[in-house]
RNA sequence: GACCUGGUAGCUCAGCUGGUAGAGCAUUUGACUUUUAAUCAAAGGGUCCCGGGUUCGAACCCCGGCCAGGUCACCA
């Protein structure tokens, strides 16, 4: 909230036009006089009221916290209105909201600090909010800690813990910087049905859901994937969409029941194409976030600066355990799996065998931004199967701090070949594999109109605002993380 | 889903070997118009997560459950 040195006081049309905390860094240089000096030019703020020492209050706003001076019997304009506000004082609560007008001054150890002439009062504060004290050494007291009553009270987190809101702000700037950078380039931001008949482009359990006038199963997306493409084959070069998912999984510090990705897809282009926009992008989202490519992660500094590592599967595999498997046949495949005391079972096929065998040795093993090429086919349904390279497909990721933060491929486009793998799925789905993809005509149906030859590229929002804010958990990313009701609670209070 | 840890006042926590439920902050009242986490005095505030069991007696021990965090498993 601004203080306005010429409007009229009327603090219930106050608006945040200047963060408070600004606006004191900028006096602290300036030479305020001090109390009973000749008053200054008036100013008037609002804010909640943060607690009274004596004459001394604190009022705290968006961006900052501002001393008041309130001396007994001088507030406002008449003996009435003075009687009026000393009893409104007595009567203020810590988180009550109040706007104050008068002059700064500075107190004997320099804090600026506003004299004040007249007061409003704005909003009232029934439940009392934790007050976190800080100590001159940094100590910090009652802090409000616990991550049960953080997560599912939000505001009161916000509120007093102001720090909270970094994480957010800097999630912001991630999709500000990714908006500016795709839509400089010229792709569209689409916005594509949650609500979908059937699931598809990835593989997931799905939330389900009943219409009732259409009296018709409906899913909540796991991806948008298959739409995407589809805006692909009616004519649109590049589309984009900040896609919040569902998917009825498991929950963890990782993942939550819904979650963010951006879907890319771009025609005319392949997967080596968007290795190159990925790099340039993220390095981009880096530098606006937290200004420069570096990032503190944990223990470990990640450099997002151009141009990352870059390893086929194969060669990273071979770069980690000094094994070349790219000749190897199913059977030497699950040998050099157990002698790696990789978990395997019977059911694994060739490319599950290669994907286990890479992230149990690997995947952890990458802290630097990483791609990583050319996948087995049969982990790959939509992916185009490798120009060059038999039992593989154009596809890559990008680990960072051990994680996938992106996942892209040269887009199958052959509509024969994609049906195949599609019953290729079926037959998974039938043999058990609850997470296998189904079978969607219609998106078959758009494919036999023609799709060019596309480069489609998905990140996750979540997992890369983690890395960007240092945070452990994506609950520190999500305002309102997904939590189980409070049932008891609920009841005791209504 | 498995294991570990935790749940006591609005918040942060203590509570010994099972023996009348505690502190600081916050709140209310009074005093003080002063400072820099915490002025002084007094007061109010509890389903000790829930349900059973053992016991003369349970916040504490046992059994079952709920909620949360962590680790692992799962996870395109």
Known sequence: MGLDATARFDARLN??????????????????????????????????????????????????????????????????????????????????????????????????????????????????????????????????????????????????????????????????????????????????????PLYGGAAARPFKTHHNTLDMTLYLRIANELYLKRLIVGGFDGVYEFSKDFRNEGMSRFHNPEFTQIELYVAYKDYEWMMNLVEEMVEKVALDTNGTTVVQVGDQQIDFKRPWKRFTMYEAIEHYTGIDISEMSEAELRATAKQLHVPVDETMGKGKLIDEIFGEKCEAQLIQPTFITDYPVEMSPLAKKHRSKTGLVERFEAICNGKEICNSFSELNDPIDQRQRFEEQLELGKRGDDEAMVLDEDFLRALEYGMPPTAGLGIGMDRLAMIMTNSNSIQDVLFFPQMKAEQRAEEAES
């Open 15 to 196: 608006r945040p036009d200047q963060p408070l905390a600004e606006f004191v860094d900028g006096l602290r240089s300036t030479a305020l006089g001090h109390y009973g000096a000749e008053p200054q030019p008036r100013f008037r703020i609002a804010g909640r009221f943060m607690g009274q020492r004596g004459p001394f209050a604190k009022l705290r706003d968006s961006a900052g916290q501002l001393q008041l001076y309130l001396r007994k019997g001088t507030i406002g304009a008449t003996e009435e209105e003075q009687q009026r506000n000393d009893a409104l004082i007595k009567l203020l609560h810590i988180g009550d909201f109040i706007g104050v007008q008068g002059y700064l001054f500075a107190t004997q150890t320099g804090e600026v600090t506003l004299h004040v002439e007249a007061l409003t009062f704005l909003g009232k504060s029934l439940r009392n909010l934790p007050i976190v004290k800080t100590d001159k050494e940094g100590n910090v007291y009652d802090a409000f800690t616990d991550p049960e009553l953080r997560y599912r009270q939000r505001y009161v987190d916000l509120v007093v813990n102001p720090q909270v809101k970094d994480a957010f702000i800097k999630r912001t700037l991630m999709y500000n910087s990714m908006r500016e950078y795709l839509n400089a380039k010229g792709y569209l931001e689409v916005e594509t049905p949650i609500l979908q």
